[in-house]
């Protein structure tokens, strides 16, 4: 049904489902039934989850209104007798039944009719009984053009690596990119390549592995994923582990998206500047996303080659491969002899093939077929000009540019993002401040923590360009109220200081959402008693009576106990959990700051393989970050609680 492959289903994709199902309604209809189940911000589009909810239920409420109809007629004196009326009505709700029960055997028969026209898509492979909550007979589609892109780059990106040598290449046009993933190893490599340094490669299991090690394997790689802020809800290392296609393929999408986007900052490329519009302020540029700033660096490129061409979206736009074929020409070296010849082809599928023998003369063909970008796959265009940008960026920082006016993300702001980000929040969070200032982020992650807290009738989701501000700054203030009902401390935080971006009071109310997140997890699987909440004294005493317990030397005071910040008793308590999953002999015993943050690396990964969502990063360790340092104990203490990860112990 996700015909333009975006992840959502659109007004014009569920009334097409809906024709299929012997189903019309009109335009108005249709948007009334997303409005009603889309859950998390009603923007016209439904998730998968949303939309499941909705298929079990709309045919109900269809017939509902039918019989109301036909029970709400009006009947004049003189005009009808008394049993002509109630002949009537009972006609019409034998035709509103009639109605609904063909419309079940249309919703019945649908699955069938579904496969028949997908199978007709030639760019579409359909698997069916991929997942293990489904029951026999539904298909998972997986888009083949995304295997085939996928395929090429872990080949490119791994080729070296003597550890994936037995798994390359991978045939594209095969299942191999399934099947050679199913240890987990390929993708722990491929995350650390999208963010290096995420695992500790002497957490990986290698070799004749059991499926025991295999499990391992595939923990690390998802906890690790998340921690990088891949949404890894309803992927779990069984599914990986049966190689099921559309879940493999939408964690690598998300794993290749954030490597190639993670450096399209000014920080990391200080020519960006020279991107910005006249009266537009670094500020205000920093607020883009990387999508935006892609579009705005092609642009810049178009019109400095003087083509008269520019270009809004990944889509459309560049389907007949002119703005590539200039934009190519222009960052290109010019001794790599790239040219302009590919505009005098007439067809666009052979434009397309021309353009990419160019951009492999600076090995950037990557991603894309020609079919690819004739079409506008959003996904892999998007890859396909970060790729050009990481390797050709082609810009010059301006002379008045002063470094010293950049923000640049610290480690705690980009935790906190992708801690949002692995929570599935819409639209995805690129910048900490910006993207919190209508509020609508916050509200979602207040339902997550405590689902039902958030009165959406309350919140405002579509803002009036001519009240946005006082709009947004309602919204913020309603957040804030809503931190207050939670019990947070917030003295001296207002909506207006959301909306604003200022820096210390968000990341004080982000800081007290996270806590809140994990402590809710905490509690519900310490099932108190008395209903209390977990609060941090009582992890501080879990902790000592479990490495008491093990028969650990080790222990801590508080969170500030500096004697965290060699990385021991991180692993001392990931031992004591999963006993033999550490190997003492990897650990450093000298006393430099950098032996302390190898232990503390060992310890992150570790804590992450046993099955603990880690979040906080080795130099909170090394450091002491005492907050960070109570989720890593927090989110450990989770894992020891967990009954099915006992099982698996």
Request: glycine letters at 6%; proline letters at 3%.
């Amino acid at each position: 049904m996700d015909t333009d492959g975006s992840g959502f289903i659109t007004i014009a994709e569920l009334g097409q489902a809906l024709d299929i199902c012997g189903i019309h309604l009109p335009g108005y209809q249709i948007r009334d039934i997303i409005t009603q189940y889309d859950s998390k911000i009603q923007d016209n589009k439904l998730d998968l989850e949303e939309f499941k909810a909705l298929k079990a239920q709309d045919v109900g409420r269809m017939f509902r209104k039918q019989t109301k109809r036909a029970e709400n007629v009006e009947f004049h004196a003189g005009s009808t007798t008394t049993a002509e009326a109630q002949h009537f009505v009972r006609d019409s709700e034998r035709i509103a039944f009639s109605n609904w029960i063909n419309r079940l055997k249309a919703e019945r028969d649908f699955g069938r009719q579904f496969k028949q026209l997908i199978c007709k898509r030639s760019d579409i492979e359909a698997f069916g009984g991929t997942s293990s909550s489904s029951t026999e007979g539904t298909t998972h589609t997986v888009r083949k053009e995304e295997q085939i892109a996928f395929s090429n780059w872990i080949y490119r990106n791994l080729d070296d690596d003597p550890d994936c040598k037995k798994y390359l290449p991978l045939d594209p046009e095969s299942r191999d990119l399934y099947t050679k993933s199913t240890d987990g190893i390929l993708l722990c490599k491929m995350i650390n390549k999208s963010q290096p340094g995420t695992i500790d490669e002497r957490t990986i299991n290698k070799g004749k592995l059991s499926i025991y090690q295999i499990h391992e394997n595939l923990t690390l790689a998802l906890n690790s994923a998340q921690s990088i802020g891949c949404n890894i809800v309803n992927i779990g290392a069984d599914d990986l582990n049966q190689g099921k296609p559309h879940l493999v393929l939408g964690l690598l999408w998300q794993i290749i998206r954030i490597g190639l986007l993670s450096d399209i900052n000014l920080h990391e490329h200080p020519g960006l500047a020279a991107l910005l519009r006249d009266g537009e302020t670094l500020e205000e540029f920093m607020k883009l996303s990387p999508e935006q700033i892609l579009i705005r660096w092609v642009n810049y490129h178009l019109d400095r080659s003087g083509c008269g061409r520019q270009i809004s979206n990944f889509q459309g736009d560049i389907k007949d491969s002119m703005a590539y074929i200039y934009l190519l020409h222009q960052i290109a070296p010019r001794d790599k002899g790239v040219t302009t010849m590919a505009v005098n082809e007439s067809d666009e599928l052979e434009r397309a093939e021309r353009m990419l023998q160019e951009a492999d003369k600076i090995e950037c063909r990557s991603f894309v077929s020609p079919r690819d970008v004739v079409s506008g796959n959003y996904k892999l265009n998007l890859a396909f000009v970060a790729n050009l940008f990481n390797t050709y960026p082609a810009l010059e920082k301006p002379d008045d540019f002063d470094m010293e006016e950049l923000h640049e993300e610290t480690r705690e702001e980009k935790m906190y993002r992708n801690w949002m980000n692995s929570m599935g929040v819409s639209p995805y969070v690129n910048y900490l401040y910006s993207d919190l200032c209508d509020g609508l982020i916050i509200f979602q992650l207040y339902d997550i923590i405590k689902p039902g807290v958030v009165d959406w009738n309350r919140v405002i989701k579509k803002f009036n360009k001519l009240r946005i501000m006082l709009e947004k700054i309602e919204n913020c203030n309603y957040a804030v109220e809503l931190g207050k009902t939670c019990h947070f401390s917030l003295v001296g935080i207002a909506g207006k200081d959301m909306y604003d971006g200022n820096e210390t009071l968000t990341l004080a109310l982000v800081w007290q959402l996270m806590r809140a997140y994990t402590l809710s997890l905490l509690s519900k699987l310490a099932s108190q008693d008395d209903g209390r909440p977990i609060v941090e004294k009582e992890i501080v005493a879990w902790v000592n009576d479990k490495l008491q317990t093990a028969g650990k030397t080790s222990k801590i005071s508080n969170f500030n106990d500096q004697s965290i910040s060699d990385g021991r008793v991180v692993l001392d308590i990931v031992d004591a959990i999963k006993p033999g999953s550490v190997n003492y002999d990897l650990i450093k015993e000298g006393h430099t700051e950098q032996d302390h943050l190898d232990n503390a690396k060992y310890a992150i990964s570790n804590a992450r393989k046993i099955g603990a969502r880690v979040y906080a990063l080795p130099e909170d360790i090394v450091e002491v970050k005492s907050k960070m340092v109570m989720t890593i104990f927090a989110c450990l203490m989770i894992r020891d609680f967990q009954p099915d990860q006992k099982r698996l112990d």
